[in-house]
């Protein structure tokens, strides 16, 4: 079954610390990766996405993933967290040789102290 | 603006109560889909479609009716209204996958509490 795994469910950092949340999704196959972002109160946006190509991905507000297709991963980083980034992360797979349904994770909420 | 549109932002029900949730998207986006958002369980797809006319069921289904008459509108009907169905509603776009710059853009909710 298609399933899409967050295992940092809350993460507490401080200004200027870095930042690396997991994403594991279930099974291979072709499939087209996301981030999103809700700050409080707020929808959805979008952080970044993979497709295809260099399994570095750079997206908004300095924030990068990197799709490790051996490890069923593609996780988010960003070397130096500000205040601002305190929000809700989602990660979220398209299977696009099975249904097509974008699937999220059970999302990261993230705290950053000043 | 161009975007997703959703109707009404906010809504209270009585148990038993029906009611439809809007959706309006003018980008002439192929798919849409319905999702829920609870605490802890991130976003649960409950009704996808890939375009007019063709619709599907996602993971948590019950208790909800789509269809997709135009590729604007994507209507949630909830038939009996249930304290379980408390929640946030998005609705998202999107071109179908593989076509150009696809990615899908959410809606601003719509925050149901069925009493």
């Known amino acids: 079954a298609q399933s899409v795994s967050q295992h940092n469910h809350h993460v507490i950092l401080s200004e200027a610390a870095s930042l690396e949340l997991g994403c594991n999704y279930s099974y291979g196959g072709t499939v087209n990766l996301f981030w999103y972002v809700q700050y409080p109160g707020q929808h959805l946006q979008l952080l970044l996405k993979?497709?295809?190509?260099?399994?570095l991905v750079k997206g908004i507000k300095g924030f990068e993933a990197e799709f490790i297709k051996s490890k069923f991963s593609f996780n988010l980083r960003k070397p130096s967290v500000q205040w601002s980034d305190t929000a809700e992360y989602f990660c979220?797979?398209?299977?696009?040789?099975?249904?097509?349904?974008?699937?999220f994770g059970t999302g990261t909420r993230l705290q950053v102290f000043p | 603006n161009a975007g997703v549109t959703q109707t009404p932002k906010f809504q209270v029900l009585k148990t038993g109560q029906s009611m439809t949730l809007q959706c309006a998207q003018d980008m002439n986006h192929e798919y849409m889909s319905w999702y829920r958002q609870d605490p802890g369980m991130g976003l649960r797809l409950i009704h996808y479609?890939?375009?007019?006319?063709?619709?599907d069921q996602g993971e948590v289904p019950n208790g909800y009716n789509v269809s997709r008459s135009t590729t604007e509108d994507f209507p949630l009907r909830l038939l009996s209204a249930a304290p379980s169905q408390t929640s946030v509603y998005f609705c998202?776009?999107?071109?179908?996958?593989?076509?150009?710059?696809?990615?899908?853009?959410f809606g601003s909710g719509t925050r149901l509490t069925v009493v």
């Open positions: 979220a797979v398209i299977w696009l040789d099975d249904t097509d349904k974008l699937i």
């Open positions: 479609s890939v375009g007019a006319g063709i619709t």
């Open positions: 993979y497709f295809s190509g260099d399994p």
């Open positions: 998202a776009s999107s071109l179908s996958p593989g076509t150009g710059n696809y990615g899908y853009t």
